[in-house]
C-alpha cells in the first residue's frame, strides 16, 4: 500500500483544530505520514538596525509557530493514541506569506496527497479564489478538504465531489479539489434571476381564433 501524505494546516483559529480532528476521524488511516505545517508571516526591512529586530520577530514568530504545532501533535497524542503508533508525524515551520503561495509550494514539494484546512474568514482558500480563479487546483495539485467550524447560527452542510468533479466556486474539473463540510452559501456565487419578460395576452395576429356567429 503506498503512504500517502496527509498535510493538515496549522492556525490558532479554533476551525484549524477541528479540522486536524475530522481528518483523524475520518481520513487518516494507518502507514500515513501526518505532516502539521505552519506558516508564519515573513517581515522585511531595509536598515541594519531594523533587520536585528526583524531578525528577532522572525525566531519568536517561528517558535510560537512551532508550540502551536506541539499543541496539535498533542491533540493526536491525547485523543487518538492509536494514530500515534501506526502513522508517522512531522512538523514543518516556516516563513512565508498569508496569501496562499507558500502554502502551495510546500504541499507540492512535500506531494501531498491531501490538504486539510480549517475554513474560516481569513482563510487562504478565499484569497487564492480571488486572485487565481479557476486555476486555484493546479497551484495545489492534491485533494483539499476545508473544515467549516459548526456553530449554532449556521447550517453546516457536506459537500462529496468524485475526485475529477467541480466543487464550490465552479472550479475547473481538471482541479481534482475536494471539498467537505463547508458552509456552501458562503462561498457560492449568489443566483441571479432572470429578467421577468412582460407577458402579452396577443403575441401574434396569427394566434387569434376567429368565430362567427350563425344567423338565424
Known amino acids: 500500500m503506498d503512504v500517502r501524505k496527509i ?50 520577530k522572525s525566531r519568536l514568530l517561528r517558535l510560537k509557530g512551532f508550540q502551536l504545532a ?32 507558500k502554502i502551495s509550494a510546500m504541499v507540492r514539494e512535500i506531494g501531498a496527497s491531501a490538504l486539510v484546512v480549517g475554513l474560516h474568514d481569513q482563510s487562504f482558500l478565499y484569497k487564492l479564489a480571488m486572485t487565481d480563479g479557476n486555476n486555484i487546483g493546479s497551484r495545489l495539485d ?17 459537500l ?4 475529477s468533479g467541480s466543487a464550490v466556486l465552479q472550479l475547473d474539473s481538471s482541479n481534482h479539489m475536494d471539498f467537505s463540510q463547508i458552509e456552501i452559501a458562503s462561498l457560492q456565487v449568489p443566483d441571479i434571476s432572470p429578467p421577468k419578460i412582460p407577458y402579452r395576452i396577443c403575441p401574434s ?12
Open 205 to 216: 395576429r396569427s394566434a387569434i381564433i376567429w368565430r362567427s356567429r350563425r344567423r338565424s
Open 7 to 56: 498535510v493538515v494546516l496549522v492556525e490558532e483559529e479554533e476551525a484549524a483544530r477541528t479540522a486536524l480532528k475530522w481528518a483523524l476521524q475520518n481520513l487518516i488511516r494507518c502507514g500515513d505520514l501526518i505532516t502539521l505545517l505552519h506558516i508564519f508571516p515573513s517581515s522585511s526591512s531595509s536598515s541594519s538596525s531594523s533587520k536585528s529586530k526583524t531578525k528577532t
Open 70 to 101: 506541539l499543541s496539535f501533535k498533542d491533540i493526536i497524542c491525547n485523543n487518538f493514541p492509536n494514530v500515534v503508533l501506526q502513522t508517522n508525524i512531522e512538523i514543518v515551520v516556516t516563513e512565508g506569506d498569508q496569501e496562499g503561495a
Open 142 to 158: 492534491c485533494r483539499v478538504l476545508a473544515i467549516k467550524q459548526p456553530t449554532a447560527n449556521s447550517t453546516v452542510q457536506t
Open 160 to 163: 462529496k465531489t468524485k475526485k
